[in-house]
């Protein structure tokens, strides 16, 4: 299963830079065994662990994937956005992309004290994101005992830098190089 879902990513070369292979997840998601087949693993890791009291993804392709997830397994989703998005009173945490800088806000009554909270998003790569998606979860007020992702680029050292902050990383498959 894991090669079909694979199989279904298409590769853009240099974008949104030279140098960046782009791993495009809307193909994946066109796919309607595609997108059920990423849904249903994620699930499949979330049933290993105590039960999530929500989900939150990162904008925007997380939120796809964990408004999905959170209908799966039973629970509300929280939607970490890019800057400037959110309509009411938000915390911010600013983070270095592999190609730019950016900023995600949550808003600040968006997560309960103490509320175990499962991030996603669909790739990661250097890290710089994820990790401030738990800062910011964290200062809400959330646990984040674990973070999944449809695609992991092993080269970049993203998923061994959560595991280091103290998160359980799940991933549906890897790709080698940048
Ligand atoms: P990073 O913060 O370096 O882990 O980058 C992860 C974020 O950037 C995710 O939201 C991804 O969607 C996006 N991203 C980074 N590198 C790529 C890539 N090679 N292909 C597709 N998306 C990427």
Do not use: W
């Not at 087949?37 to 989900?55: L, N, T």
């Not at 904008?59 to 309509?87: H, M, N, T, Y």
């Not at 808003?107 to 998606?133: F, S």
């Not at 993203?158 to 902050?165: E, H, I, Q």
């Amino acid at each position: 299963m894991t090669e079909h879902l694979k199989s279904l990513v298409r590769t853009i070369p240099d974008f949104p830079e030279p140098g960046i292979m782009f791993r495009d997840v809307t193909t994946l998601f066109a796919d309607p065994a595609g997108m059920a087949g990423s849904i249903r693993g994620m699930a499949d890791h979330a049933g290993a662990f105590p039960k999530f009291d929500c989900v939150a993804g990162i904008e925007a392709r997380g939120f796809i994937l964990g408004a999905a997830l959170a209908i799966e397994l039973g629970v509300g989703f929280v939607p970490l956005r890019k800057k400037g998005k959110l309509p009411g009173a938000t915390l911010h945490e600013d983070y270095a992309l592999e190609y730019g800088t950016d900023t995600l806000e949550v808003h600040q009554d968006a997560i309960n004290e103490g509320d175990r909270v499962l991030l996603i998003d669909d790739l990661i790569a250097t890290g710089g994101t994820a990790l401030a998606a738990h800062r910011l979860v964290t200062r809400a007020g959330g646990i984040v005992p674990a973070a999944f992702f449809v695609i992991d680029l092993p080269e970049l050292g993203g998923a061994a830098k959560l595991r280091a902050a103290g998160l359980e990383v799940r991933v549906l498959m890897d790709f080698d190089g940048a």
